[in-house]
């Protein structure tokens, strides 16, 4: 493989990749149909440069660090075949992807800057680049490239980038690729094989659906990036072989793209907004029960207080560990919820609002 030590191969693959799938979307009539704002093009955009970059900027300083402070660690790993640094570079770097990704959800620091990835109402190829700098600028991936680059694994970190690019732009694109699998029984074994090694676009458009009351999406949930492995392993699996009908997110505050992307330098100036400097998340529990009548339907069941809606969800569980509950109701009748958040059996009120007075 010769070819992966010409200078800059990895780039003008990614640059090859993301043309096919463009023109792939195009036939498709995506971008005739696109509801995108301007911002969105500007964000998306921006943030293929912004990925660029900080790519380059960290393999440079990682090797001038690394040059000057561990010398004779140079190049320690570059007698290993391609058979063995390959597997051994695209697995840390997945796991590493896996659980930075899952933070974003998790901790609301991070939830900001990851915030705009989610913020799309639409799926795309250039949606996989919609973060602020600050989050490629602490990816762990992007660092990782730069140290296996300096350990001697260059090659596999080129090939590597190549193959993440191929899986990551695939399942954001408007082309569902994987439907045909899903479509034909005979092709089902086969589906399963393929959703339970990598990535596939139902498993990753659930991601982004904009809640679960569909019961297909799960945005706290299939954190993968590459291979659907960790999901599996650390319980956040969801398979439904559907796509939502409904991205982004609930409470979408509409926020300018320099402060989506610029954040924490740029602020946005609507305080209802998360990236504002006032912004604050506090608890909205009661202490009496909500009585009501519910008609047949599915509701989300606020579980980390947040919400303004009590006792639904509105989506102010983001960067928490907190996730809705999802109840559906099959006939019309009369509910009394939980407000509290003190229940021992949510969603209905089990009068633990008592001890409280």
Known sequence: MEWLNIPNIDLYLVLGILFSFGAIE???GHYSNSERRKDDWIMESIGFFVVAFTKALLVTVIYIIGSTLFPSVAGILSGWTLWL???FYILIDDVAQYWYHRSAHEYDWLWKHHRVHHAAKEMGILTSY???WVYYLIMPNLWWVGISTFLGLGMAAALGL???QIVVTSVHSTWKWDEVLYKYKFLHPLAWIVEHIIITPAFHHGHHGRAQDDHISDPNGNFGNTFSLWDQMFGTA??????????GLQTDTLDKWTSQVFYPFIKEKQPESELSSGFKKVKNTGTEPLKTELDPGTYLY???GFSKDQPFCNGSHHGSKF?????DIK????????????TKTPPFCDDSHLSLK
């Open 331 to 342: 006939k019309k009748r009369k509910v009394s919820l939980c407000t509290c958040k003190l």
């Open 302 to 304: 606020c579980q980390c």
């Open 323 to 327: 996730k809705p509950m999802v109840v």
């Open 162 to 164: 190549i193959f993440k």
């Open 238 to 247: 969801t398979f439904t072989r559907q796509f939502p009908s409904v991205y």
């Open 130 to 132: 919609r973060n602020s």
């Open 26 to 28: 195009t036939i498709l």
């Open 85 to 87: 640094a390959f597997p």
